[in-house]
T-cell receptor
Framework: SQQGEEDPQALSIQEGENATMNCSYK?????LQWYRQNSGRGLVHLIL?????REKHSGRLRVTLDTSKKSSSLLITASRAADTASYFC???????????FGGGTRLMVKP | EPEVTQTPSHQVTQMGQEVILRCVPI?????FYWYRQILGQKVEFLVS????????KSEIFDDQFSVERPDGSNFTLKIRSTKLEDSAMYFC??????????FGNGTRLTVT
């Protein structure tokens, strides 16, 4: 079983629309993080939400965490073509810094 | 802003050959990681390194893999005898600890 599974696997929207990506995980976590990856590049950290937090904002990003359902969502508001990328959630278990990544959502924002 | 740098960006090698992938983590970071991503698949943890020793490793990180921090700046991943299935992007990452990971841009390893 995998820790951190995103859905949808792919999402295509028009510029200006909102994009919502979901992540589910299986075990207790210390925190959950969202990363972005442009094609052929490294992963860039977007936002971290701790297990005792329910919602966090950063610019056009909003992340929620529901530990009872073991799920998180990433909302990108007013999307731009430059938001086109893959988005990954990653969990950190209650011990250590090791990230376990989900399969990612490929977001395409059409101008 | 400080960055994690990886070299080379692309490495082509023949099956059975040894490869060394190099990384320079951010200078005041203490925890170092290697991840890999097979094309189109998820990012997989290989190994974490702290205080000059491996702290965690995955099942992927078998006897063919080793890591080293030979000096105060470099962090290397060695694959002793490459297999076709080792073809992937290899990402190095570092952190001060209890903070997000900073990733390099990766080395694309192609084993032929």
């Amino acid at each position: 079983s995998q820790q951190g599974e995103e859905d949808p696997q792919a999402l295509s929207i028009q510029e200006g629309e909102n994009a919502t990506m979901n992540c589910s995980y299986k075990t207790s976590i210390n925190n959950l993080q969202w990363y972005r990856q442009n094609s052929g590049r490294g992963l860039v950290h977007l936002i971290l939400i701790r297990s005792n937090e329910r919602e966090k904002h950063s610019g056009r990003l909003r992340v929620t965490l529901d530990t009872s359902k073991k799920s998180s969502s990433l909302l990108i508001t007013a999307s731009r073509a430059a938001d086109t990328a893959s988005y990954f959630c990653a969990t950190v278990l209650n011990a250590g810094n090791m990230l376990t990544f989900g399969g990612g959502t490929r977001l395409m924002v059409k101008p | 802003e400080p960055e994690v740098t990886q070299t080379p960006s692309h490495q082509v090698t023949q099956m059975g050959q040894e490869v060394i992938l190099r990384c320079v983590p951010i200078s005041n970071h203490l925890y170092f990681y290697w991840y890999r991503q097979i094309l189109g698949q998820k990012v997989e943890f290989l190994v974490s390194f702290y205080n000059n020793e491996i702290s965690e490793k995955s099942e992927i990180f078998d006897d063919q893999f080793s890591v080293e921090r030979p000096d105060g700046s470099n962090f290397t991943l060695k694959i002793r005898s490459t297999k076709l299935e080792d073809s992937a992007m290899y990402f190095c990452a570092s952190t001060r600890g209890n903070s997000p990971l900073h990733f390099g841009n990766g080395t694309r390893l192609t084993v032929t």
